[in-house]
């Protein structure tokens, strides 16, 4: 069943044409995407289609019985309720219900009511109608459900008699969703419902919106986010609309596809073009064949010529490189404890940071990632514990609230003060990689959007050449073209990084360890997001089989302990897991040392290096450490492949 048709909808603002004849179509159960750059015209088209906002032409046509729920990117709900009063809200018409029920209730149990044969006949006719439209609404669960949809949106049971309007911006954005959930509409547009929840409620969410039963239409910057819930993306792209079927990661391979067909296309149409013009130029003045060069102008004129399939959407270019290059122990962390004032929000953190980590902080919404971020930084006092740096270390810190982007220059002397050795045409080129051209240059930075403080803040994170880059929700404000461009020039980035980061695409694409934070301590996983999901989860296994051991053990009798050749071999299991663990965490610390290791020996082999007899010594005792610890390494993977062979 359809329950969304737009068909050749038309909306401008003024002179700037914002949509173009776009089609769009949603089925019952379809998710579906909106994508494109900031600015493509994507809130605007789902405010349309809310009902918000106005459009100059077109159709937009749903089935009457259909509701429609829409959660703005900057809804949040103020209220003088309690968060489960605020929810209790959505059920009026089920409690209406229940209230009429209760009503038959109390007239079938009096008498003069049940002497009375026919009265009490269509009292339970009516019951009995209520009660089925009470079930088949949820009726009976409907509390259940508002406190799963409650918890899995992060609010506690402590949190239920707070009032809505004691909640930070955050909280009552994710109580929107929670109660445009509970609603449960036939069609649900979500505008970036992923902002301000954390990897675990973007978790939850995801598995909700997979077994939600309408349909679902959604603008979201997370491709993680979009690979795991939608199957349909449209792209909006130069005022028009183009459809995709599969998720994300799809649509990327089948728009890779496309344009490569576009521009071989698109070449051969300028040849042709180039051809007909020249004739047309040569023969338009020659009497003898005016007509000819006639004829193919007009051709010329007629024909609908394709649009370069590159059309004006430029991308930033971004590239990190660095000044020098920092010693092999980049950052020490220990038994730090961090939080504001007296109040320690997250204690007995442990990081050790190496050349060429690449680092993600990951935890719950609240447990200090960004306040520890800060501290290392030195934005923030540590409460207790040690923060050493390494030789030669240079840091460069993104700050996700852009708070330092504020002041009344223009977005050219906010660079230029900066780097006043620079030309003007030089500060105008690293503004034009950013996109910033003509007269955005001369705009008031705290006028800024979102997007192009993030622009600006990376512009100048690029120009200052650190070795170690702290980022905070770098990917926070860019749209999906802005992101790719971030990470490609990460990845080639010779330097160190340490961030915290919801979006798992990109913890997925650059981490090479992930550190998970919690209130009491750190745990580091040596590999990408997916590596530490699955070894996280073992780990949780492994927790659980010792728990059920455990009541096991404390249910049996202790005389006559009996130990079975089942339990031998779980234990062996257990063992022979442990070890593999192990095993994969020192190969990983091995094949981190190797391209380090070599690095140095090509550094003694450059004449610069070795005509310097300081430099020459500190890299080689660098080298004969790293030697010396790759041994010990070795000898302990030996050992326990030893082990290995026994089982």
């Excluded at 798992?504 to 992930?514: E, L, S």
């Excluded at 089989?545 to 455990?550: N, T, V």
């Amino acid at each position: 069943m359809i329950v969304l048709q737009v068909n050749q909808l038309y909306k401008s603002y003024i002179a700037d044409e914002i949509l173009s004849g776009v089609k769009l179509e949603v089925q019952h159960r379809d998710r579906v995407a909106l994508v494109g750059r900031n600015g493509a015209g994507k809130s605007t088209l789902l405010k349309i289609i809310a009902g918000q906002l106005s459009y100059d032409s077109g159709d937009i046509i749903m089935p009457k019985d259909i509701r429609l729920g829409y959660l703005d990117q900057h809804a949040g709900i103020h209220s003088e309720l309690t968060i489960w009063e605020e929810m209790m809200t959505i059920f009026e018409p089920l409690k209406a219900l229940e209230s009429k029920m209760h009503q038959l209730e109390q007239q079938m149990a009096d008498p003069n009511v049940y002497n009375d044969a026919a009265h009490y006949s269509k009292i339970m006719a009516d019951y009995d109608q209520l009660q089925h439209d009470f079930k088949a609404r949820g009726g009976y669960q409907y509390e259940a459900d508002a406190r799963g949809v409650l918890h899995g949106m992060q609010f506690s049971k402590e949190m239920f008699d707070q009032t809505v309007n004691s909640l930070s911006g955050g909280q009552r954005t994710r109580l929107a969703l929670a109660k445009l959930l509970l609603s449960k509409p036939e069609l649900l547009i979500l505008d970036e419902p992923t902002n301000h929840l954390d990897i675990e409620t973007l978790n939850w969410l995801e598995t909700y919106l997979k077994n939600y039963d309408g349909a679902i239409l959604i603008v979201s910057h997370d491709r993680y986010f979009l690979d795991q819930v939608v199957s349909i993306v449209y792209e909006v792209s130069r005022h028009h609309v183009k459809k995709f079927t599969g998720n994300y990661s799809s649509y990327l391979n089948e728009k890779a596809k496309t344009y490569e067909l576009d521009l071989k296309r698109y070449e051969k149409e300028q040849s042709e073009k180039a051809k007909l013009e020249q004739f047309v130029e040569k023969n338009i003045a020659r009497a003898s064949s005016t007509k000819m060069a006639q004829s193919r102008r007009k051709m010329l004129e007629r024909r609908d010529w394709m649009e370069s399939p590159e059309g004006d959407e430029k991308s930033a270019r971004l590239m990190f490189d660095i000044e020098r290059q920092s010693g092999n122990d980049v950052l020490s962390v220990d038994d730090l404890s961090v939080g504001y004032g007296d109040k320690i929000v997250s204690e007995h953190i442990q990081l050790r940071v190496y050349r060429q980590d690449r680092i993600a902080l990951v935890g719950p919404n609240g447990v200090g990632k960004s306040t520890l971020l800060k501290t290392i930084v030195k934005d923030q006092a540590k409460l207790q514990g040690a923060i050493r740096f390494g030789t030669n270390v240079q840091i460069g810190y993104y700050d996700q609230e852009l708070a330092k982007l504020t002041s009344n220059r223009t977005v050219l002397k906010e660079l230029w003060d900066e780097w006043p050795l620079m030309n003007e045409g030089d500060v105008r080129s690293v503004l034009g990689q950013f996109l910033f051209s003509g007269d955005d240059v001369d705009k008031i930075v705290s006028d800024l959007s979102g997007g192009e403080k993030a622009r600006l803040a990376l512009a100048k994170l690029m120009l200052e050449k650190n070795n170690f880059l702290v980022l905070d929700e770098p990917t926070n404000h860019l749209d999906l073209d802005s992101k790719e461009v971030l990470e490609n020039a990460l990845v080639d980035y010779p330097g160190t990084l340490l961030f915290v980061s919801h979006d798992r695409y990109f913890i997925n694409r650059i981490a090479t360890k992930v550190v998970e934070m919690a209130a009491d301590g750190t745990f580091e996983y040596l590999g990408d997001y997916d590596y530490y999901l699955e070894k996280k989860q073992e780990l949780e296994e492994i927790e659980l089989e010792k728990q059920a051991e455990l009541e096991a053990s404390k249910s049996a009798q202790p005389k006559e302990k009996k130990v079975t050749n089942t339990s031998i071999d779980k234990e062996a299991k257990k063992q022979e897991r442990s070890i593999r663990r192990k095993v994969e965490a020192l190969e990983a610390e091995m094949a981190t040392l190797d391209p380090q290791m070599a690095d140095f020996e090509q550094q003694l082999c450059d004449p610069k290096v070795y005509s310097d007899h300081q430099k020459t010594f500190e890299i080689q005792t660098a080298l004969d450490e790293m030697k010396e610890q790759k041994e010990m390494l070795e000898l302990e993977w030996l050992e326990l492949n030893e082990q290995l062979e026994q089982f």
